[in-house]
């Protein structure tokens, strides 16, 4: 019989204990104690044995995944966070500092505040509903992951309260406002991850969608890491065999289940412990969807995108975006101007065959909607960006291409000026009027 993997979490109290440490020097373990205790830090037993090259640390893809690295952190905050820790400053002490620093790390510090429904008088705070067709759902009780991607800024709320009876209730509130929002035909669970939820606790979200009156929802996706985390949850946790139960039963209802899995490197496609739970997903009628951001220091490279999505395709899975990653905590370390971004994402695109071309790309997720940097291009001797929009906050912007000034050092959305000398871009005057000038402020 085949040993049945256990679920290990390391994180900054006990990460001493993987027995790989000892391939660290004293400068990375240092800058796991300094930047793990600003940023969020976790792995697990499966990302440590299987994922990681012990041999190529501290510039291991995964490694720099999951493990803090001196320069995810800005010198200064380093430096102060360093003598905190070497002095033996106390508990409290260290927490205060801490979340200084996050809180001039965050560039979204009451973000989201648009797009919360309402049903009643209700707001259903765990949902959004920014784009017509899709809402999005964060279960409560999948707000933390398998383990911490070191470029993520949804730090991992912590929710007290695990009774089922809070799933439920949850429900009742999305089933209602389903019901008066027949234009909404996908649910999008997210997080953190939902594969984090016991398959019991999950059912207690999905089951309720099978309501015959729901006949608006067609699709249920499932925004997940779990596949590049921990593939077991799929083919070996207690619940495994249940949770595969549940997909058969969605789809045999007539829902189309995608799994939106976010993979970051091939390597991570690359295990038999993927391989297998990818299959055993598939033959539940579900389908698997890719995503990824664009990381400098993880995936800038066309080849590796290339042979990423050529994998996906080859296990039977369907890319789908490309991300432009901005909320990061470690903008630094992570980000990339969009004009390399449209770089590598051309050059890989070019090299793969149209079955791997799904994928849609690299698009920032901004206040007006995605846009997706088509690429660059001169106009009446102007050079200039072209852009559009793959998902518009009102509905008819989508499709809709337009020109921003060439700019090669611009990162995001709100960097670019309107080319042709425009005073505004075309959605500007009406998202103004949409959202009022609250939220872009903080999105700035
Ligand atoms: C990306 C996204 C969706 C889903 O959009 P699709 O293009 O249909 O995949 C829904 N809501 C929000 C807020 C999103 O960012
Ligand atoms: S799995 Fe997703 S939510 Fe969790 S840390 Fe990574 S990016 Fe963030």
Excluded at 218 to 247: C, M, S
Excluded at 321 to 336: A, C, I, P, Q
Excluded at 411 to 422: C, I, M, R, S, V
Aim: net charge negative; proline share 5%.
């Amino acid at each position: 019989m085949e040993k049945k993997p256990i679920y290990r979490s390391y994180s900054n109290h006990n990460y001493r204990n993987i027995k790989q440490i000892e391939k660290l020097s004293n400068a990375d373990l240092e800058a796991i104690d300094v930047v793990g205790s600003v940023l969020p830090f976790k792995t697990n037993n499966y990302v440590v044995d299987e994922l990681i090259n012990w041999d190529d640390i501290p510039n291991d893809p995964i490694y720099t995944l999951n493990f803090p690295r001196k320069a995810m952190l800005e010198d200064g905050y380093y430096d102060t966070m360093a003598a905190l820790l070497k002095k033996g400053a106390s508990r409290a002490e260290l927490q205060t500092t801490a979340n200084e620093i996050r809180l001039k790390l965050n560039p979204h510090p009451a973000g989201q505040m648009m797009n919360i429904p309402e049903i009643d008088g209700v707001t259903l705070s765990g949902a959004q509903h920014k784009y017509r067709e899709t809402m999005l759902f964060f279960p409560s009780q999948g707000q933390t992951c398998h383990a911490y991607c070191t470029f993520c800024f949804r730090w991992p709320q912590f929710v007290g309260m695990n009774e089922l009876k809070f799933a439920m209730k949850e429900t009742d509130i999305l089933i209602s406002y389903l019901k008066q929002h027949r234009e909404v035909t996908d649910v999008l669970f997210t997080g953190g991850d939902p594969m984090i939820m016991k398959t019991k606790i999950l059912k207690a979200y999905l089951e309720p969608l099978l309501d015959e009156e729901l006949w608006n929802v067609q699709t249920i996706r499932i925004g997940t890491k779990a596949l590049g985390y921990w593939p077991y949850r799929f083919t070996h946790d207690d619940d495994a065999d249940e949770l595969i139960e549940l997909f058969e039963m969605l789809v045999s209802k007539g829902k189309n289940v995608s799994i939106m899995a976010h993979f970051n490197h091939p390597v991570e496609l690359s295990t038999e412990g993927v391989k297998k739970a990818i299959k055993r997903i598939r033959s539940t009628g579900a389908q698997i969807r890719t995503q990824s951001p664009l990381l400098k220091n993880i995936n800038d490279d066309p080849k590796l995108w290339a042979e990423m999505w050529r994998k996906q395709v080859n296990l039977n899975c369907i890319p789908y975006y490309m991300f432009v990653e901005r909320d990061t905590g470690s903008k630094n370390f992570f980000e990339l101007p969009l004009l390399d971004a449209w770089e590598i994402f051309r050059e890989a695109y070019k090299n793969v065959s149209g079955i791997c071309r799904t994928v849609r790309g690299p698009s920032m997720s901004a206040t007006p909607g995605k846009v997706q940097m088509l690429g660059v291009s001169e106009v009446k001797g102007e050079k200039v960006f072209v852009l559009r929009f793959l998902q518009g906050r009102n509905p008819d912007w989508t499709g809709r291409p337009f020109f921003a000034k060439y700019d090669p050092e611009a990162t995001w959305l709100n960097d670019l000026k309107p080319a042709f000398g425009e005073e505004q871009f075309f959605y500007e005057q009406e998202m103004h009027a949409m959202i009022g000038d609250y939220e872009e402020t903080l999105q700035e």
